[in-house]
């Protein structure tokens, strides 16, 4: 079997590549793990920024985004009871959109379909092979058979646990990590969002977030521990606590219900340089991971996306290869400044089990400044909704 891009995983990040790349002519095989309704099923990121949108457009898969998903023009922020809002398009002209990476992948899967590209589920034992060499390939057991896919480039778009990065020589590869001492308890209900856009909120019983799908799909976070499971949370305990850490009269409007998913995902900022290893890139989760409390992670697999699809096509259709050569020091750049935004929202809205009397007191001025001041309103509001490519 041979393509041009294998792209291992068949999430946000691969298919996103794969149909840009389609668009210009450029065959793709993804190649993925689990079944498709396993990758629908899962319940992840909801805000996406103009940028990604941008991309969703251009790879012709916009269309069901724009009619159903929701323009986001601020966000608010809660603590000590009160609440302020940053409003996004009078700081930097720009928003963001409420639409789910599950809607996002299922776009993408049709779309994909549609073209006739091909996708093979259930991949197990996939493994990238001869990548310094300009003959790469991978092997991977599908429907009981060995298989050879030889290709030009891989895309490693594999997910944190995938096998991509490990395919990097370890004398090669420098990984940055940072753990917190606490995760989120996420729930979906189908009841109506408590306000029209999100809320982050800080309070003194630990961080929440009120966010949405739809008029009647609602997603709530908040923090937990890291030692607790879904199956510990009862629904009324979930949203009793839920309600502690909102500002009364927001607790109060809230429509609570059943859960239709209950998860907890703990909290990692994690990045793998170099993001290219011969003629194989990683791409999304598969290099980089953050904290979710400011809505990057599936924003920043696809900046990674943007450049080495622009490498890619600028390969094929003009015998360029500064954008592939450059794509890791390029993508990497924007990358940390997307780390260090969603670690200090992550040090700005939680509470830290170690935290002093003293860092109490700068968080709470922190957020006091930030509610009175306009410069810092701007900073938060161009990193959240998105910095330029
Ligand atoms: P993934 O979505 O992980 O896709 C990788 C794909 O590769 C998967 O389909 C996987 O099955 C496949 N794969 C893995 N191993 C193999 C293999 N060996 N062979 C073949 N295929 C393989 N971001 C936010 O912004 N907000 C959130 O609220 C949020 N919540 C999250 C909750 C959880 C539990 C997780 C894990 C992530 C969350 N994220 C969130 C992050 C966001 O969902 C990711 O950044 C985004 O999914 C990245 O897309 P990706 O395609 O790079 O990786
Ligand atoms: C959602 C998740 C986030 O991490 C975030 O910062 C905002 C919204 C969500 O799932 O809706």
Same mark, same amino acid.
């Given at each position: 079997?041979?393509?041009?891009?294998?792209?291992?995983?068949?999430?946000?990040?691969?298919?996103?590549?794969?149909?840009?790349?389609?668009?210009?002519?450029?065959?793709?095989?993804?190649?993925?793990?689990?079944?498709?309704?396993?990758?629908?099923?899962?319940?992840?990121?909801?805000?996406?920024?103009?940028?990604?949108?941008?991309?969703?457009?251009?790879?012709?898969?916009?269309?069901?985004?724009?009619?159903?998903?929701?323009?986001?023009?601020?966000?608010?922020?809660?603590?000590?009871?009160?609440?302020?809002?940053?409003?996004?398009?009078?700081?930097?002209?720009?928003?963001?959109?409420?639409?789910?990476?599950?809607?996002?992948?299922?776009?993408? &899967?049709?779309?994909?379909?549609?073209?006739?590209?091909?996708?093979?589920?259930?991949?197990?034992?996939?493994?990238?092979?001869?990548?310094?060499?300009?003959?790469?390939?991978?092997?991977?057991?599908?429907?009981?058979?060995?298989?050879?896919?030889?290709?030009?480039? =891989?895309?490693?778009?594999?997910?944190?646990?995938?096998?991509?990065?490990?395919? =990097?020589?370890?004398?090669?590869?420098?990984?940055?990590?940072?753990?917190?001492?606490?995760?989120?308890?996420?729930?979906?209900?189908?009841?109506?969002?408590?306000?029209?856009?999100? =809320?982050?909120?800080?309070?003194?019983?630990?961080?929440?977030?009120?966010?949405?799908?739809?008029?009647?799909?609602?997603?709530?976070?908040?923090?937990?521990?890291?030692?607790?499971?879904?199956?510990?949370?009862?629904?009324?305990?979930?949203?009793?606590?839920?309600?502690?850490?909102?500002?009364?009269?927001?607790?109060?409007?809230?429509?609570?219900?059943?859960? =239709?998913?209950?998860?907890?995902?703990?909290?990692?900022?994690?990045?793998?340089?170099?993001?290219?290893?011969?003629?194989?890139?990683?791409?999304?989760?598969?290099?980089?991971?953050?904290?979710?409390?400011?809505?990057?992670?599936?924003?920043?697999?696809?900046?990674?996306?943007?450049?080495?699809?622009?490498?890619?096509?600028?390969?094929?259709?003009?015998?360029?290869?500064?954008?592939?050569?450059? &794509?890791?020091?390029?993508?990497?750049?924007?990358?940390?400044?997307?780390?260090?935004?969603?670690?200090?929202?992550?040090?700005?809205?939680?509470?830290?089990?170690?935290?002093?009397?003293?860092?109490?007191?700068?968080?709470?001025?922190?957020?006091?400044?930030?509610?009175?001041?306009?410069?810092?309103?701007?900073?938060?509001?161009?990193?959240?909704?998105?910095?330029?490519?």
């Amino acid at each position: 079997m041979r393509t041009q891009v294998a792209i291992i995983g068949g999430g946000p990040s691969g298919l996103l590549l794969g149909q840009l790349l389609l668009k210009h002519g450029i065959d793709t095989v993804v190649l993925e793990r689990r079944t498709k309704q396993h990758v629908l099923g899962r319940i992840r990121a909801g805000v996406l920024e103009t940028g990604f949108a941008g991309l969703m457009r251009e790879a012709g898969v916009g269309a069901r985004m724009d009619k159903e998903g929701i323009i986001h023009e601020g966000t608010g922020i809660a603590h000590e009871g009160g609440l302020f809002r940053i409003d996004f398009e009078k700081l930097t002209g720009n928003h963001v959109i409420v639409y789910g990476q599950t809607e996002v992948t299922r776009d993408l &899967y049709d779309a994909r379909e549609a073209a006739g590209g091909t996708t093979l589920f259930e991949c197990s034992g996939v493994r990238p092979q001869d990548l310094d060499t300009d003959a790469p390939f991978v092997t991977f057991l599908h429907e009981g058979k060995v298989v050879r896919l030889d290709c030009d480039f =891989i895309a490693g778009c594999d997910g944190f646990h995938g096998p991509s990065r490990q395919a =990097i020589p370890e004398e090669v590869r420098t990984e940055y990590e940072k753990t917190y001492p606490f995760g989120w308890l996420g729930i979906l209900s189908e009841t109506p969002p408590v306000e029209d856009e999100l =809320i982050y909120a800080n309070s003194d019983r630990g961080f929440a977030l009120c966010s949405m799908r739809n008029a009647n799909l609602s997603r709530y976070y908040i923090q937990c521990a890291l030692s607790d499971r879904p199956e510990d949370w009862e629904d009324e305990a979930f949203w009793t606590e839920l309600k502690r850490r909102l500002p009364e009269d927001t607790a109060e409007k809230l429509v609570t219900g059943p859960s =239709i998913e209950k998860s907890i995902a703990p909290l990692l900022s994690f990045v793998c340089e170099p993001m290219r290893w011969g003629r194989m890139f990683l791409c999304g989760d598969a290099a980089h991971i953050v904290p979710p409390t400011g809505a990057k992670g599936l924003n920043t697999a696809a900046s990674d996306v943007h450049y080495l699809y622009h490498g890619m096509v600028a390969h094929y259709q003009d015998g360029e290869s500064e954008g592939l050569d450059r &794509y890791s020091e390029t993508a990497l750049e924007r990358i940390w400044k997307t780390q260090r935004f969603s670690w200090s929202m992550t040090n700005l809205l939680h509470r830290f089990p170690e935290q002093s009397e003293f860092d109490l007191h700068v968080q709470a001025a922190e957020l006091a400044f930030l509610s009175e001041n306009e410069a810092a309103q701007r900073a938060l509001a161009e990193n959240y909704v998105g910095l330029p490519y």
